[in-house]
């Protein structure tokens, strides 16, 4: 095995450099991945244009991952030396109340892979054995680079409880949102109702299961919401998209009582009317990434076949040309879902 590896460093806004480096031994209780994908968010948009409000540079990128042990450190049980698998990108104190009380995703002095911490932009990565996943042989590297980006979809949906038997609408047809719907789907909804202002990225979004699909840069949400899910609404809201239009629109229009919950990360300071929200006795609830058992479950309903990745992806970059990724997401927001880094090529 050769002794260095390049690994990808964004050291100003828009600027990304790759550097040799030495390959990370793996230390004690440590497991050594051969990356393969590398996924790349909207997040990771934020720090290309200098737009994330806690993240400095320079800065090893990469959250959204899949590969394969390489090695193992001392001590590392259950695992083995080929083995497909995904890394968790939240790195927690374990010390804090939210740690201490099985909510680590909330951690007080949480950094992300990525952002505040190196990220797994390399062509091997060195990480704590507890933050790995195995992945079944049968899925792809492909879809194993998904599994984060779903797993923020599995614990979005899970914070509205049981949704078996409900009517759903879905506030963005983004990647997060269409994950959103299929998720709420396999997890027994009745029907799904996703919102717009693409064309294209609503006909994805039909692609994926979506029972009816609404662009309300053409149609009126109010008149449309009604309209498919009857006087009685939807029971519950899910806000992927994260300004005051979209947010207006579920105070505005949920049903009485009902819940809306915000998934995407807000851009700025909100301007909603909390009158509404209150005379209307509406729950609005929140959620922020995702835990291991969300990961588990992201896993098992692409195994079953009950959410498909496929559709969301876009293109491929090679390593080299991380920079040009970045540049094509940006010439192509309307009609781009999920770009991959092929780490291995």
């Known amino acids: 095995m050769k002794e260095t590896m390049k690994q990808q460093v964004m050291t100003a806004p828009g600027v990304i450099e790759f550097r040799q480096v030495p390959i990370p031994i793996p230390g004690p209780g440590q497991v050594l991945v051969k990356i393969h994908r590398i996924g790349v968010c909207g997040s990771d948009i934020h720090v290309y244009h200098g737009k994330h409000p806690f993240t400095s540079y320079p800065v090893t990128q990469g959250h959204e991952v899949s590969g394969q042990i390489e090695a193992l450190g001392d001590g590392v049980t259950g695992l083995s030396v080929g083995q497909k698998v ?129 662009n309300t840069a053409k149609e009126d949400f109010a008149a449309a919401f009604v309209s498919y899910f009857g006087p009685d609404k939807a029971d519950v809201i899910y806000d992927c998209a994260g ?64 959410v498909a990745l496929a559709p969301l992806t876009s293109c491929h970059f090679a390593f080299a040309q991380y920079g040009d990724a970045y540049r094509y997401i940006d010439e192509n927001r309307e009609s781009t879902m999920k770009v991959l880094i092929d780490v291995d090529r």
Do not use: W
């Not at 927690?92 to 201490?100: A, D, L, S, V």
């Not at 949906?157 to 983004?174: H, W």
């Not at 105070?251 to 909603?272: D, E, F």
């Open 86 to 214: 995904t890394i968790e990108p939240q790195v927690t104190c374990g010390t804090c109340y939210p740690c201490t009380h099985g909510k680590y995703n909330l951690c007080e002095h949480l950094k992300v892979m990525g952002f505040q911490t190196t990220g797994t932009a390399s062509e091997y990565f060195a990480v704590d054995a507890g933050k790995i996943t195995p992945l079944p042989d049968t899925m792809s590297y492909d879809e194993g680079a998904m599994i984060e980006p779903l797993a923020v979809a599995v614990h979005a949906v899970r914070r509205a409880g049981d949704v078996a038997g409900q009517d759903i609408c879905v506030l963005g047809a983004g990647p997060i949102g269409i994950l959103t719907a299929q998720t709420a789907k396999a997890m027994g909804a009745r029907r799904v109702m996703v919102t717009d202002i693409s064309d294209t990225r609503l006909q994805k979004a039909a692609q994926c299961g979506a029972d009816k699909t609404v």
């Open 243 to 306: 300004n005051d239009t979209t947010m207006g629109q579920a105070i505005s229009n949920a049903r009485k009582g009902s819940t809306i919950i915000l998934v995407a990360v807000y851009a700025g300071m909100a301007h909603v009317d909390l009158a509404v929200l209150n005379d209307h006795e509406l729950d609005l609830n929140t959620t922020m990434m995702y835990r291991h058992e969300d990961y588990v479950t992201a896993i098992e309903l692409v195994k079953k076949g009950k």
